[in-house]
């Protein structure tokens, strides 16, 4: 059977400012490609042939660089939301672009993760379920909902966040949906997954189930985290610095600690970088210290500068 996928990619991401200013928050690079392209990769790589883009904060900034898909292998729709929907809302307005009535992913649109999402897909079919939660564990879930399953792995309950989680397994923020349950969801009304959608499943006895996948998993709402997010996957590819295309790094300056140095950018004699995103076409100027920070594309950072978690441009 056919997978399809809705990635939820509409949020402000205020925690990011000022990055998010004029930027979507799953459009911020990481890496060296906007946050979404690694999603989509993600569902391409699990057998996934169609998704859509849950957008509304800059939604215009998306269809641009994505397309209908076809450089990704993978078909790419847009389903703009004018007013914000909460993400049940979201699910349900994108699902009308869907074809077909197989099982749906729903990816969270800030969410970078290692997790097996062809095997969650196999679970959800050997369980017959309705919902299949990708769930994680954490050393400390008091900033997380806690979820409590039984023996079989059937959820059964949800916790809001508290001081005493009765379980370190958290929601990890990846869905598969049978689309029934999709449509049941109200159209065109502002409704919660997490806190409306799922606990009336339980409360009506739907066949909800966790899948607990322990490999790596990150949520990027923080600056801090973004570069985290970036710096793992440029680390992971086995090197210690990415040069994206024409940029231009004198032999005296020193890039380290998964740094990420734009398309076309100049780093000039004598510079030190560290665990930095450094924009395209920007400049670092000679001598310039730059540790835990974002230089916006254009920005050119004068010489002898000393910064610490920055953002220069923005």
Partial sequence: MSRRAILLV????TRLAPLTNNTPKPMLQVAGIPFTQHQIQKAQGAGITEIVLATSFKADLFEPYFGDGSNFGISIKYAVEEVPLGTGGAIRN???MLTGDGNVAIFNGD???QHDLDAQFNFHGEKGADVTLYLTKVADARAFGAVELDE???VLAFNEKMENPPTN???AGCYIFNRKVIDEIPFAQVVSVERETFPQLLRSSAKVFGFIDTSYWLDIGTPAALLKASRDLVIASGVDFMALENSEIDAGAQILGGSVIGRGAKIEA???IDNSIIGDGSVVGPRARISNSFIAPGFSVPGDVIAEGNYFGF
């Fill in 94 to 96: 994108a699902a009308q």
């Fill in 10 to 13: 509409g949020g402000r991401g």
């Fill in 270 to 272: 004598g510079a030190w």
């Fill in 152 to 154: 079989t792995g059937r």
């Fill in 111 to 113: 969410v970078l993760s």
């Fill in 169 to 171: 397994i958290i929601n």
